[in-house]
């Protein structure tokens, strides 16, 4: 049996203020159900991928000039942001990006905007992410402002959730938590994978911790995928152990 592919970047070209070219020929495939890691380190690339995906470039004045990308078959990369929350892709930004001086229940509900749900639905998906994420239904009357960055970590995943998406572009979930923390968050997105079925793309410097938990990775390199292939496989390669293991 062969898993559908949800999305598919084709060779991407994308360039900053007309003359910074940061991606140079990008290519890979998200499978439905999947986990797919893009890994590499600082400034190789990883978050600009997941905004050309997603189609936050533009705020950046970076923009996709040559290359395609297809999500369930469809041409992708000229609908807004909104439009392609509405197919079911949203991302989770780096840095996490809460609204400081909202509730965190508050900041779950605002993730509810793009579509036109019934309270009851809304309730209900609310319980699904008061389920994944317990320590949010304990802090949801506080201001997100002053939770810590795990917590709001959580809120912005929490948040993506709300919007009832299909694959979830997650940049960078580790970045300036503990360990521990780290570990948490990923077992949760691994259950929300297990469970809730939610395809993943996420960027990861930490490749130690995102192969264990991913199915996929591909290894960016100033701008261009060095190397790809099942997590397990990465895990034992020589050149990924040299340069990417030993590290993070
Ligand atoms: P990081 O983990 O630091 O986010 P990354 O792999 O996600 O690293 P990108 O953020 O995609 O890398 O950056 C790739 C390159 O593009 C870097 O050299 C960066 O300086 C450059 N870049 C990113 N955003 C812009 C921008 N708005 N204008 C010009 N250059 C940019």
Redesign the pocket.
């Given at each position: 049996t062969q898993t559908e592919t949800l999305l598919e970047v084709n060779n991407i070209e994308?360039i900053?203020?007309h003359v910074?070219l940061?991606?140079k020929g990008v290519s890979l495939k998200v499978p439905k159900g999947g986990i797919t890691a893009?890994l590499?380190?600082?400034?190789?690339?990883?978050?600009?991928?997941?905004?050309a995906v997603s189609n936050l470039?533009a705020s950046?004045?970076?923009e996709v000039t040559k290359g395609s990308i297809i999500y369930r078959g469809e041409r992708v990369q000229d609908l807004t942001p909104n439009d392609l929350v509405r197919k079911g892709v949203i991302q989770v930004m780096?840095g996490r990006h809460c609204f400081e001086h909202l509730t965190v229940e508050e900041n779950l509900l605002t993730g509810a905007y793009t579509r036109a749900a019934s309270r009851g639905d809304v309730d209900a998906d609310l319980e699904m992410v008061y389920e994944y994420f317990p320590r949010l239904k304990e802090r949801r009357r506080s201001q997100a402002g002053y939770t810590s960055g795990g917590e709001q970590q959580m809120v912005a995943i929490g948040r993506a959730l709300m919007s009832r998406p299909e694959t979830i572009l997650l940049?960078?979930p580790s970045?300036g938590l503990a360990p521990q923390l780290v570990e948490q968050i990923f077992n949760i997105v691994k259950s929300l994978n297990e469970e809730q079925g939610y395809t993943f793309l996420l960027?990861e410097?930490n490749t130690n911790v995102a192969l264990r938990f991913a199915h996929y990775g591909y290894i960016?390199e100033s701008?261009r995928v060095v190397m790809d292939g099942p997590a397990d496989d990465l895990r034992e390669n020589p050149d990924v152990k040299e340069f990417y293991l030993g590290m993070s």
């Open positions: 994308v900053y203020n910074i940061v991606l893009l590499g380190g600082n400034g190789a690339g990883k978050t600009t991928t997941l905004k470039l950046e004045r970076g780096e940049d960078e970045m960027a410097q960016l701008g």
